[in-house]
């Protein structure tokens, strides 16, 4: 997750869809960082099939963290 705390009440930040989706993508990145260190393959869904990917073959992009979520710019 972000480094900064949301401080908003819940009501608001369940609508903050923008900010939602950037932590799952962070989270997934996260996963998928931790699977490639670690030697693990992976599953995924694509074109209606279920596939391997082994932790050598894990993009480097997809395991690159995004910048930090600044309320500035979004």
Request: with cysteine; proline share 5%.
């Amino acid at each position: 997750m972000s480094g900064k705390k949301d401080t908003r009440p819940p009501c608001e930040r369940v609508n903050d869809v923008e900010r939602i989706l950037f932590e799952m993508s962070q989270a997934v990145r996260e996963a998928l960082a931790r699977h490639k260190k670690l030697g693990e393959s992976v599953v995924v869904y694509r074109d209606g099939r279920v596939q391997w990917i082994a932790a050598e073959d894990i993009p480097i992009e997809a395991v690159t963290l995004l910048p930090e979520w600044d309320e500035q710019t979004h």
